[in-house]
């Protein structure tokens, strides 16, 4: 079973519309993150959360919110899609303060903008 | 400047032994570097880390790492590599945030071809 399950798997969006990407956790961790991995590119650290607060921010646009509803949720809210958003992008989640084989990721949403 | 570096391909034989080399940037004393696999599908698959503060190299299973901190390279070795190992392998340096959250700074990662 998926212990972090990411929805949805594909997305197809239009420039300019507003998309919510959802991620659940079910490994009992504090901490969620948001990373993106666009074509040809590294993954890139976007968010960090920790007992549902804010601790870390390295996106630029205010265009991408997390949301987190419950402990085991981060929600990404990406709003004014632009075709350059095109990209994957995982959820992963940790135990606070560690940073070793916990550190676990979801299976990634696709998101094309057109 | 990229902080973590990696070689963008290579190949090997069935049963042979690869290795997979990583360099990264870091001033902090102690971190980690983990090792992913991505599948085909996208999933990030966490194979090995690496304690800065362990001088002992790890090993898990068909895998283990080469540390030498020094240098501030790692490589990850991959014995008896089969066909189903093809897939891209990144590197991930890890350190503690000033927010005391971990990031993991990817390098762009390395395409392993097995050949049977």
């Known amino acids: 079973d998926p212990k972090i399950i990411q929805k949805p798997k594909y997305l197809v969006a239009v420039t300019g519309s507003e998309k919510i990407l959802i991620c659940e956790q079910y490994?009992?961790?504090?901490?969620m993150y948001w990373y993106r991995q666009s074509a040809k590119k590294p993954l890139e650290f976007m968010f960090s959360?920790?007992?549902?607060?804010?601790?870390d921010n390295q996106t630029a646009s205010s265009r991408f919110q997390p949301q987190s509803s419950k402990k085991n949720h981060l929600d990404l809210q990406i709003t004014a899609l632009k075709p350059d958003d095109s990209a994957t992008y995982f959820c992963?989640?940790?135990?606070?303060?560690?940073?070793?084989?916990?550190?676990?990721f979801g299976s990634g949403t696709r998101l094309l903008v057109i | 400047a990229q902080r973590v570096t990696q070689v963008q391909s290579t190949g090997s034989s069935q049963w042979g032994e690869v290795t997979l080399d990583c360099s990264y940037e870091?001033?902090?004393?102690?971190?980690?570097i983990l090792w992913y696999r991505q599948l085909f599908s996208g999933e990030m698959v966490f194979l090995i880390y690496?304690?800065?503060?362990?001088?002992q190299n790890q090993r898990s299973g068909h895998y283990s790492v080469v540390f030498q901190k020094s240098f501030k390279s790692i490589s990850l070795v991959i014995s008896a590599s089969q066909p189903e190992d093809s897939g891209t392998y990144f590197c991930?340096?890890?350190?503690?945030?000033?927010?005391?959250?971990?990031?993991?700074?990817f390098g762009s990662g390395t395409q392993l071809t097995v050949m049977p």
């Open positions: 992963a989640s940790s135990q606070e303060g560690h940073a070793n084989s916990d550190y676990t």
């Open positions: 490994l009992g961790h504090n901490a």
């Open positions: 959360y920790s007992y549902q607060k804010l601790m």
């Open positions: 870091t001033s902090e004393y102690s971190y980690l």
């Open positions: 690496q304690p800065s503060f362990d001088t």
């Open positions: 991930a340096l890890s350190e503690l945030e000033s927010s005391g959250s971990w990031q993991l700074i």
